[in-house]
């Protein structure tokens, strides 16, 4: 099999899940990849496994570097399956290896896994001496697990981050300089929205803790490894942390006869006339997950439904739900739609926006078709909303 040394003595022996299309919900339309490491030292170590149906070959692949049974070490950085379910079988080929993990992670693995390891609990400031190189841990609890944390080798001065600054994106060149930069910092963005972004003040101070150390490469647990470009994903890590914004709308909506999306497109022209920025998705053609993506940087969201069984229609009410556990910050946001005898898709829009998280502003709603005048309305709310983000952003 293909081994990739990614430093002296340091291995890369994951798996690359090229058919992955869907992370719990998130699209991955370039597939997934699972990060495992081996560190050939005096001591040898693995750094994380992979998911279960790729154990074996993970196994094969440090076969070919060392026997597994010289195995001292299992970093677990994070208990989720997605990193971690290989380990039983690893543990039967290496019993005699130390399975090195957070509190939290020693909790998590015994209930996962029901075994009994040799664990080796560690905590902030502890260091493992592996014979030429040291690792040091650090605990990043909720980033985005209560059992996460970071391993750093300051021999070679790599960072091992678990999910911190990773991308679904599978390539058979394995370094951030050998890859179309423009598609890894795209799935880069993809990943942080829908994974990290309700976490972004435990990521801020996670990356001020990362930023304090020499770095070569930053090995991560999903996707493409840095080296050349470390500097370029801090610090978009910084300010997609920081809640930045730009002067962005979010249109996504659907319709059924087609007044909600009149609506929605007359609304876009009056946020664009502002020199606002503005994206419009159909969300029943849409990926939820991209649009999502749009949504980081954006200073205004709109959502739009009509009314449907006296609430919004299941492909607004599916993106609502994924926001409200996202929470996307600084972003003010309104509801629109058309209904016919009754209305009630808006309000329970506005009530998911409210638990979302975001400043909610009054939105427009009109029965039946618009006409000219409701047209016209439409357009001055576009103008008013894309106003007021331009107003918000300007503020110090």
Avoid at 229 to 250: F, H, L, M, P, R
Avoid at 256 to 285: F, H, N, P, Q
């Amino acid at each position: 099999m293909n081994k990739i040394e990614i430093a002296k003595g340091v291995y890369n022996v994951g798996a690359v899940d090229w058919d992955m299309r869907d992370f719990h919900g998130f699209t991955t339309n370039r597939g997934v990849t699972y990060n495992s490491y081996l560190i050939v030292d005096e001591k040898v170590c693995l750094i994380d496994t992979v998911k279960a149906p790729f154990a074996a070959e993970n196994i094969e692949r440090i076969s070919e570097i060392i026997d597994p049974t010289k195995i001292d070490y299992v970093i677990t950085n994070h208990v989720e399956p997605d990193h971690s379910s290989g380990l039983p079988a690893l543990m039967q080929k290496a019993p005699q290896a130390k399975v090195v993990v957070t509190a939290n992670g020693k909790t998590e693995v015994l209930k996962h896994y029901q075994q009994e390891y040799d664990f080796m609990v560690v905590k902030e400031g502890d260091v493992l001496d592996l014979g030429k190189n040291k690792l040091h841990f650090v605990p990043l609890p909720m980033v985005h697990w209560p059992d996460s944390m970071v391993t750093y080798l300051d021999g070679e001065q790599i960072l091992f981050s678990s999910d911190s600054f990773g991308q679904h994106i599978c390539t058979s060149k394995r370094f951030d300089d050998e890859n179309d930069l423009d598609k890894v910092m795209y799935e880069a963005a993809k990943y942080y929205a829908n994974i990290l972004m309700p976490l972004g003040k435990t990521v801020s101070k996670a990356v001020d803790k990362t930023a304090q150390m020499p770095l070569k490469m930053i090995a991560t647990g999903h996707g493409i490894i840095w080296r050349s470009y470390i500097d370029k994903i801090v610090a978009k890590y910084k300010e997609w942390s920081s809640g930045q914004t730009k002067d962005k709308v979010v249109i996504a909506y659907d319709s059924m006869w087609g007044s909600t999306e009149k609506m929605a497109r007359c609304i876009l022209d009056g946020v664009a006339a502002t020199g606002v920025a503005v994206k419009l998705y159909k969300m029943s053609d849409s990926d939820r997950s991209e649009v999502v993506m749009e949504m980081l940087d954006a200073g205004g969201i709109l959502l739009g439904s009509p009314t449907l069984h006296n609430g919004m229609l299941a492909t607004m009410g599916a993106l609502l739900i994924y926001l409200k556990g996202l929470k996307p910050a600084n972003k003010l946001a309104a509801a629109f739609g058309a209904y016919g005898w009754a209305g009630g898709a808006q309000k329970d829009m506005e009530e998911l926006l409210k638990t979302a998280g975001v400043s909610l502003t009054e939105g427009v709603t009109l029965k039946w078709v618009p006409d000219k005048d409701e047209m016209d309305a439409c357009f001055n709310f576009g103008k008013e909303f894309g106003q007021k983000v331009l107003e918000r952003n300007q503020k110090p």
